[in-house]
């Protein structure tokens, strides 16, 4: 190629040239586009954790739950309720000669409050008879 045909041709360089800035602006502008919207769907997803944790928190460590846990006394005749402590967050409760309703009623109580269950022990004593200790924190 010699000059006279770079002459020639040059209007036609210099669109080509431009097209293909334009193409590659253009592809630049959507990877960016793309970036920025997955940034903004990953910024949502965690300020959604955030405050899912942060409600949470406090209906783990309100002070509603410390009055709520007192419902294990109640359940329950007071006859069958041979240990009933509550230190600080930690309660600590044992029962004896529990019917299966009973029983049912206690482990779904404790099942549905929002407290770790640090120790679940239920044993059957007789038919239809049953003792169960369990220790919760929250």
Do not use: H
């Amino acid at each position: 190629m010699n000059m006279m045909t770079l002459q020639r041709y040059k209007n036609e360089l210099i669109i080509l040239t431009t097209l293909l800035f334009v193409l590659f602006a253009f592809i630049y502008k959507l990877s960016a586009d793309t970036y920025v919207n997955d940034n903004r769907s990953l910024i949502q997803k965690q300020i959604m954790q955030i405050s899912t944790i942060t409600a949470l928190k406090e209906q783990w460590g309100g002070n509603g739950l410390a009055n709520k846990v007192k419902v294990f006394k109640t359940l329950v005749p007071a006859s069958k309720v041979t240990l009933f402590q509550k230190k600080s967050k930690k309660l600590m409760a044992s029962y004896k000669n529990l019917t299966g309703n009973e029983l049912s009623k206690v482990t779904n109580k404790l099942i549905n409050m929002p407290v770790q269950i640090v120790l679940l022990n239920i044993n059957q004593s007789a038919k239809n008879q049953y003792t169960m200790e369990f220790t919760c924190k929250w």
